[in-house]
């Protein structure tokens, strides 16, 4: 719904009643003349205080119909001069035609304009190129086509000559209402939609009264010229009122993306009509307008089809580098971030893989669980700072130790590190694992906190090859086991231990005579 302007309807009343009182009491022609000049141009004075209103593109296209209405006003004015001061009856085509027909060309770029952030110089150029050719165009159809009895154009064809204006306006008007979406976008086509039909069914009669019946100039109802842009004054000072309390993104079908988008199109058609036109009479002048429009749309095109392509390699660089990012984020939830090794998601991860691989190729797999002894004592004897110290210095130490493919080295959690190592069996794990036990020891980090004054490390050791009955899990449960008993046994030193079986279920006997008694019963 739109909330209509009081102060803007009652201006426009007493205007056109004002008309009217003056033209039927026949005081003064120069007032009604001066009337209707006065409307375009508050017509055109509303669009450009409601263009301060908009956003950048959007105020552009009330500032072009604002151009357009204020030269309508200047034809009015010209036309007013040549009637009251030289009383010039039109026979044929006057100079104030010329600004009536040029209006047009800014009101059409208004209502043709896309209306997204995509305005640019070249762009502006090659438009302001395209109203330049079509006022050329114009001038030409208006005092240089005619070789008979006059000069300029007759008043018979001006006036099909404004009603094919009219009629563009209008038709592309109400078009490029049909592929908006409700906004102030939308409003703004549906200004331009009423002014053009009201336009129609008021200047198509005026003019056709005027060319074939006798001059209206001065009549009451020469009223009508002040509806259409009156009209829009009331329009330029409304509001659309909101049917939603939360705006809402509308997605307009591939139809109305191809009306929206396709619009400078209808401009460019114009042009090539009016070439066409001033061919018949001037085939030079019409053939080289055709020529020069044809090429400045395609100045046009190319310049949006490399911005396009802009766009697109943009966004690909943009999806590149997103990927990039994933990746990267991914690979770090997969890291400890203190000792920059694997965490135990990537752990559980990997062995669940391996022990896959494993399964299928009859490979043995080996976990070794590695645990820092008298940790807390070494945190509460020297912060828990040197504690990270010594975690980060352990994980990187133990890391050199797996130098084969699809050997990992992860945090299991706290003090406690978990290796996988695939395919070697327990031999070559208990090796593996006395190397790491050796290598902390004989580093010789403090840890007073410790009966032997370092830091040592405790590790437990499981190997098998999977069969049907062993899972995972029970594979680091018996390496953790085999890491208890280590501890227990005095620390510093590595064990081994079998793979944990699951608990078979334990079968239910079924009485010998209960089918018996079934029988029975």
Not at 20 to 25: D, E, I, K
Not at 224 to 249: D, K, N, Y
Not at 265 to 274: A, I, P, Q, S, Y
Not at 359 to 378: A, E, N, Q, Y
Request: charged share 15%; hydrophobic share 45%.
């Amino acid at each position: 719904m739109i909330r209509i302007s009081k102060p803007a309807v009652i201006l426009a009343v007493a205007m056109m009643s004002l008309h009217v009182l003056t033209a039927v009491t026949e005081s003064s022609m120069f007032l009604t003349n001066t009337l209707i000049a006065a409307a375009p141009l508050l017509a055109g004075l509303a669009c450009l205080w409601r263009s301060r209103k908009q956003p950048s593109v959007l105020s552009d296209k009330w500032r072009l119909m604002a151009v357009g209405l204020l030269i309508w006003a200047i034809g009015q004015g010209c036309y007013t001069y040549a009637t009251v001061v030289y009383h010039n009856v039109q026979t044929a085509a006057l100079p104030s035609d010329f600004w009536f027909l040029v209006y047009g060309i800014f009101v059409l770029l208004a209502v043709c304009s896309v209306g997204e952030e995509q305005d640019s110089t070249a762009i502006l150029i090659a438009d302001g190129a395209q109203a330049t050719l079509a006022i050329i165009l114009i001038y030409v159809t208006l005092f240089m086509n005619n070789h008979f009895s006059h000069r300029t154009l007759p008043a018979s064809q001006l006036t099909s000559l404004y009603l094919g204006e009219n009629l563009a306006l209008a038709v592309t008007a109400t078009v490029r209402l049909l592929a908006m979406p409700d906004g102030e976008d939308r409003y703004f086509h549906r200004a331009a939609c009423t002014f053009a039909w009201l336009m129609i069914l008021v200047s198509t009669p005026l003019n056709y009264l005027d060319a074939y019946v006798g001059p209206t100039n001065g009549k009451a109802v020469e009223v009508g010229w002040m509806i259409p842009f009156l009209a829009v004054v009331v329009m330029a000072f409304s509001e659309e009122g909101q049917t939603r309390t939360e705006p809402q993104e509308r997605h307009r079908s591939w139809g109305a993306m191809m009306v929206y988008n396709a619009s400078p199109v209808f401009f460019t058609l114009c042009v090539l009509l009016l070439g066409a036109h001033t061919a018949q009479h001037r085939p030079v002048v019409g053939f080289a307008a055709v020529v020069g429009a044809l090429l400045i749309y395609t100045f046009r095109a190319t310049i949006l089809q490399t911005r396009l392509r802009q766009v697109q390699e943009s966004l690909n660089d943009s999806e590149r580098n997103l990927r990039l990012l994933n990746s990267k984020l991914h690979e770090q939830s997969l890291i400890d971030p203190l000792t920059q090794v694997a965490n135990r998601r990537r752990f559980e991860q990997v062995l669940e893989v391996e022990w896959n691989r494993a399964l299928r190729s009859g490979w043995p797999i080996s976990v070794v669980m590695l645990d820092i002894d008298h940790f807390k004592s070494l945190n509460d004897r020297y912060g828990h700072l040197r504690g990270d110290e010594c975690l980060t210095a352990v994980a990187q130490m133990l890391r050199r130790d797996l130098r084969r493919g699809g050997e990992l080295l992860a945090r299991y959690g706290g003090e406690e590190f978990v290796a996988v190592l695939p395919n070697v069996d327990a031999d070559g794990a208990m090796l593996t694992a006395e190397a790491m036990r050796a290598r902390v020891h004989q580093i010789g980090i403090e840890n007073h906190g410790s009966p032997i004054g370092r830091l040592t490390i405790s590790v437990g050791v499981c190997s098998v090859v999977p069969v049907t009955g062993l899972t995972r899990e029970g594979l680091v449960e018996a390496a953790d086991t085999a890491l208890y008993r280590a501890k227990s046994a005095g620390r510093n030193r590595a064990e081994l231990s079998d793979p944990m079986l699951p608990p078979k279920p334990e079968a239910t006997h079924m009485p010998a005579n209960l089918g018996a008694h079934l029988v029975e019963e």
